[in-house]
């Protein structure tokens, strides 16, 4: 199965603040990789998907990158409403598998 | 407007069996990709399970194949998940989701979740 590293767990970020977060896959996953936001009680949120494309009616604040088998989920200037909880999916072979999650918090 | 609703979470005994049902509206359901997303208290997402729109593909993780088996009736625009031998690390929310066209891993909507908590 791949394994996704996700850093950092958690981070203490102000508003208007640039965040950035990482995943790297244990094996070529072919940017085959999604991005998701999750609110406290809320169902997640699909943010990005293929590494870089932006879901629709997502802000252009949200941005994906990869190098290789290293992912980067960037929020170029942090908004109240982005205090949540991150996670990448590698959607590129079954089992699929979610890093473990980065839990942006309020500095 | 899309919309899915889970239904059948309940309080278990260690060993017992559940039948988590999902309905889907304002889409076509029978076109779509479906899956299954579970997270216990406190703890992340795992990805559980996956079906191809017709049902004759199927896929689960590790942690429950054998165990879980994932259908559909697209008569009834509805989405299962048939859990048997539950145990107490099965105890979560379980999210079903609808899958893009490109991927069973860009779930673009998801239902609110119902919770399955195994216990004595």
């Not at chain 1, 960037?74 to 999650?101: K, V």
């Not at chain 2, 017992?16 to 997402?45: E, H, N």
Request: with cysteine; aromatic share 10%.
């Amino acid at each position: 199965d791949i394994q996704m590293t996700q850093s950092p767990s958690s981070l203490s970020a102000s508003v208007g603040d640039r965040v950035t977060i990482t995943c790297r896959a244990s094996q070529d996953i072919s940017n085959s990789l999604a991005w998701y936001q999750q609110k406290p009680g809320k169902a997640p949120n699909l943010l990005i998907y293929g590494a870089s494309n932006l879901q629709s009616g997502v802000p252009s604040r949200f941005s994906g990158s990869a190098s290789g088998t290293d992912f980067t989920l960037t929020i170029s200037s942090l908004h109240p409403e982005d205090f949540a909880t991150y996670y990448c999916l590698q959607a590129h072979s079954f089992p699929l598998t979610f890093g473990g999650g980065t839990k942006v918090e309020i500095k | 407007e899309v919309q899915l609703l889970e239904s059948g979470g309940d309080l278990v005994q260690p060993g017992g069996s559940l039948r988590l049902s999902c309905a889907g509206s304002g889409f076509i359901f029978s076109s779509s990709d479906m899956g299954w997303v579970r997270q216990a208290p406190g703890k992340g997402l795992e990805w559980v399970s996956a079906v191809s729109a017709g049902g004759g593909a199927k896929y689960y993780a590790d942690s429950v194949k054998g165990r879980f088996a994932i259908s559909r009736d697209n008569s009834k625009n509805t989405l299962y998940l048939q859990i048997h031998g539950l145990r107490a690390d099965d105890t979560a929310v379980y999210y079903c989701a609808k899958t893009s066209r490109d991927s069973y891993g860009y779930m673009q909507y998801w239902g609110q979740g119902t919770l399955v908590t195994v216990s004595s």
